[in-house]
């Protein structure tokens, strides 16, 4: 998946760029599980907290959202304004106000101070072992690939859905308190949380691995559930249902998750007779699947067609057709999402570059270079940009600034090896005092003192 900033000024839809590893895993019984990058999704999620956020006294702007590619019902709080959901959450939930629900009370973690409390439970993972944990999974996946979801790697599963993290029910409480006061300070619902909380609790007599690991985390109360119970009794919102904005963006997540997640037959069973986006966007995905790419890009169409300025449905369009092959095609509908996203969503302009690198010709690699500097202002963490950018600077025979670029990739994979082999090679070959130079300079200056230290 690709990561999108929030532009506030207008709704800027949902790219799901979803880059995937090759090899990455989705079964639930191979202990290992998947981080995806969604820029759609993403910032859903990030619409959906705003308020939340606001209300809590915290910044939107750092909240950093992070996609478990894992069925079951999970989220949790790391690393600071770092919130972990489960793709079966989103799935599954009714309408927007579960999520919401969801994001508040975790966001009531975040606001209590509830991470810097848990230092016994993080004494063998604290908040900057799970960040390293989870950079290093996403980097370790991340191959630039400009598919429509992006996978990262695989990790431990008892890290990747925060077995690690397991809150008092003091603590649980707090969070719902808090969760209830932002909800009713912004206008919204608790019935969401509520119905998540029912769901939990129907969950309480299976076996431990059979319930969601959410339960195991978040130990409920009957108290709990009485305390929220009495809130969406009493409150005057609770009747409130989500703004047609929010129920819009929630269908259009759950449509893309079931498109890309679920085999494609059972996507087009599951929407048969369904006309709407939810419809429309998860068959888009099926269909690519069963390569009736045709189709795909017609239905496509129809969405661009409605939403001729939305840059998610035009960057779909053209995943579809980079998909089957057809990269020459591919090119219009990545640079047109570029364009109505006034370039201000960096995947969408590292999409659009891994085409361009895909054809042939010096200004394809030109245009490529030029929309991954743009891009890599806002994705410097992400090791795949590194590697379409060397490659770039390679077809333009800038071999220092290549080096460079691998330098760069190399760093973020922990490759040492690799990373002072490019940067030896970018410092004999770049102009002393330019910036990239400079910058290779510094990361030789990292290295040599990582060394020492380990000597």
Not at 91 to 105: T, W
Not at 310 to 315: A, T, Y
Not at 418 to 444: F, T
């Amino acid at each position: 998946m690709k990561p999108i900033r929030l532009i506030a000024s207008f709704y800027v839809a949902m790219a799901m760029a979803l880059l995937v590893a090759p090899n990455a895993s989705v079964a639930q019984g191979s202990g290992k599980i998947s981080l995806i990058r969604d820029a759609e999704i993403e910032n859903t999620i990030r619409v959906f907290a705003r308020p939340v956020l606001e209300a809590a006294g915290l910044e939107p702007a750092a909240l950093s959202v992070h996609l478990v590619l894992d069925d079951r019902l999970n989220a949790f709080v790391a690393g600071g304004q770092r919130i972990f959901i489960n793709t079966g959450l989103l799935r599954n939930a009714e309408n927007a106000n579960s999520v919401i629900g969801v994001v508040a009370h975790e966001t009531g973690h975040i606001a209590g101070g509830h991470l810097a409390q848990m230092q016994e439970n993080l004494r063998n993972a604290s908040a900057q072992s799970i960040v390293a944990l989870v950079l290093g999974a996403v980097a370790a996946g991340a191959s630039g690939n400009p598919e429509a979801l992006i996978a990262g790697a695989t990790m431990g599963q008892s890290a990747a859905t925060g077995s690690f993290l397991h809150y008092n029910r003091g603590m649980e409480s707090q969070a719902d308190q808090a969760a209830l006061r932002y909800l009713e300070e912004t206008g919204q619902s608790a019935r969401g949380l509520m119905d998540v909380l029912n769901q939990l609790q129907s969950q309480e007599l299976l076996a431990v691995g059979r319930q969601d690991p959410y339960l195991r985390t978040h130990p409920l109360s009957q108290e709990r559930i009485t305390t929220v119970r009495g809130h969406v009794a009493q409150s005057k919102f609770s009747d409130v249902p989500p703004t047609e904005l929010l129920d819009y963006l929630h269908r259009r997540m759950r449509g893309k998750l079931n498109g890309y997640i679920d085999p494609p037959e059972r996507t087009l069973n599951r929407y048969n007779g369904k006309d709407d986006v939810e419809a429309r966007y998860a068959r888009v995905y099926a269909l690519e699947k069963l390569h009736r790419t045709d189709e795909a890009v017609a239905l496509a169409d129809s969405l661009i067609a409605e939403k001729p300025g939305d840059p998610f449905f035009q960057e779909t369009k053209g995943y579809v057709l980079w998909k089957a092959g057809r990269i020459r095609e591919s090119i219009a509908p990545y640079r047109r999402s570029v364009e109505t996203s006034q370039g201000q969503l960096p995947l969408l302009r590292m999409s659009l570059a891994q085409a361009l690198l895909e054809l042939e010709g010096r200004e394809a690699a030109q245009e490529a270079v030029d929309q991954l500097n743009q891009a890599i202002q806002f994705e410097q963490q992400t090791p795949g940009i590194w590697r379409l950018l060397a490659t770039g600077y390679g077809r333009l025979e800038n071999f220092g600034a290549a080096s460079y670029a691998l330098a760069e990739e190399a760093v973020l994979l922990r490759d040492r090896d690799g990373a002072e082999r490019n940067v030896a090679k970018a410092l004999e070959l770049l102009p002393p005092g330019s910036p990239m130079h400079s910058r290779a300079l510094d990361i030789q200056y990292l290295l040599g003192g990582m060394q020492k230290k380990q000597g």
